[in-house]
């Protein structure tokens, strides 16, 4: 049985990936198809194991979303207790390497956290 945690980082990057849709057009297949196969967690640690950028990647950076990525989802303080220090490393460095404020993203989140998360930021 999933975790609340792991329940809700599902709903994220799926809610995420229909935003992307929504505001830029981008329709992310492969991504809902690993989501459907994989949950939330695992697709996103799928994508992490690889040491390049996913093409969804490069279309988020393309297009100045990476807040809405995997690798930014990762890091939050409320989900980073899902994933193991390299695939936390992996995100990190993803995003550095794109010009991403990973602290000012995590910064800001940490201002705002969702109720149910309030006793793990």
């Known amino acids: 049985m999933p975790s609340e945690a792991e329940l809700k980082f599902h709903d994220d990057v799926r809610r995420g990936a229909e935003r992307l849709k929504r505001e830029i057009g981008y329709n992310p297949t492969r991504f809902t198809q690993m989501l459907g196969e994989l949950g939330g967690v695992g697709a996103a640690k799928q994508l992490l194991r690889g040491g390049?950028?996913?093409?969804?990647?490069?279309?988020?950076?393309?297009?100045?979303?990476?807040?809405?990525?995997?690798?930014?989802?990762?890091?939050?303080?409320?989900?980073?207790?899902?994933?193991?220090?390299?695939?936390?490393?992996?995100?990190?460095?993803?995003?550095g390497e794109h010009r991403f404020d990973v602290e000012r993203f995590l910064r800001?989140?940490?201002?705002?956290?969702?109720?149910?998360?309030?006793?793990?930021?």
């Open 52 to 95: 390049n950028a996913s093409d969804g990647f490069t279309t988020l950076w393309e297009a100045n979303r990476l807040e809405l990525s995997v690798e930014a989802f990762v890091l939050l303080p409320w989900y980073e207790h899902l994933f193991e220090e390299h695939h936390l490393e992996t995100a990190r460095h993803r995003l």
């Open 108 to 121: 800001t989140a940490r201002q705002n956290p969702p109720g149910w998360a309030s006793g793990s930021v």
